[in-house]
């Protein structure tokens, strides 16, 4: 079974404009990671944010965790078609060790 | 950059047939994941390894999938016999002393 869901899991937009994609997940978390996957390449890790953490920043990526909802987001400022992507939230369950569980992740198309 | 290798890249076979599929993962990295991804859906643990241990293979098809790592290094992934809805890409994954996983390129299988 799968812990996170990605929303929407299609976003199609124009180059220069942000792209933001969520992810749900059901039980308490140590930690959550997002990945992108090139199409039928490997995934490439992004960003991580821990469960005592509400938001990070890595260059034009923001992510934000809401631990009450559980739920984060995933904001992608000035996209570019190089940004065309599938994008994975994975969450490592709290209280074991450290076993990732992947949504089914979020379609990225960036028209330049 | 240390990448994980993965080989073949891509694998066509008939059903009722053996494959296996080889993973090299980041030197020193003590972890290592295989995950099968249906085109899309995020990946699905198969199998987690700590050296040449097993620590989680509970979504193993166990009946016709096997995977080892005798060394504690590189590692083999078995589907004896092959079915049709094996069709995926598998992707091996290792992780050192950090929550980050880092991927090989997948092997795309394709069964007719």
């Known amino acids: 079974s799968q812990q996170g869901e990605e929303d929407p899991q299609a976003l199609s937009i124009q180059e220069g404009e942000n792209a933001t994609m969520n992810c749900s997940y059901k039980t308490s978390i140590n930690n959550l990671q997002w990945y992108r996957q090139n199409s039928g390449r490997g995934l490439v890790h992004l960003i991580l944010i821990r469960s005592n953490e509400r938001e990070k920043h890595s260059g034009r990526l923001r992510v934000t965790l809401d631990t009450s909802k559980k739920s984060s987001s995933l904001l992608i400022t000035a996209s570019r078609a190089a940004d065309t992507a599938s994008y994975f939230c994975a969450t490592d369950r709290s209280g074991g060790s450290y076993i990732p569980t992947f949504g089914r992740g979020t379609s990225l198309i960036v028209h330049p | 950059e240390a990448e994980v290798a993965q080989s073949p890249r891509y694998k066509i076979t008939e059903k009722s047939q053996a494959v296996a599929f080889w993973c090299d993962p980041i030197?020193?990295?003590?972890?290592l994941y295989w995950y099968r991804q249906i085109l899309g859906q995020g990946p699905e643990l198969l199998v987690q390894f700590q050296d040449e241990s097993v620590v989680d293979d509970s979504q193993l098809p166990k009946d016709r999938f096997s995977a080892e790592r005798l060394k504690g290094v590189d590692s083999t992934l078995k589907i004896q016999p092959a079915e049709l809805g094996d069709s995926a890409m598998y992707l091996c994954?290792?992780?050192?002393?950090?929550?980050?996983?880092?991927f090989g390129p997948g092997t795309r299988l394709l069964v007719l």
């Open positions: 994954a290792s992780r050192g002393s950090q929550e980050t996983q880092y």
């Open positions: 030197s020193g990295h003590a972890t």
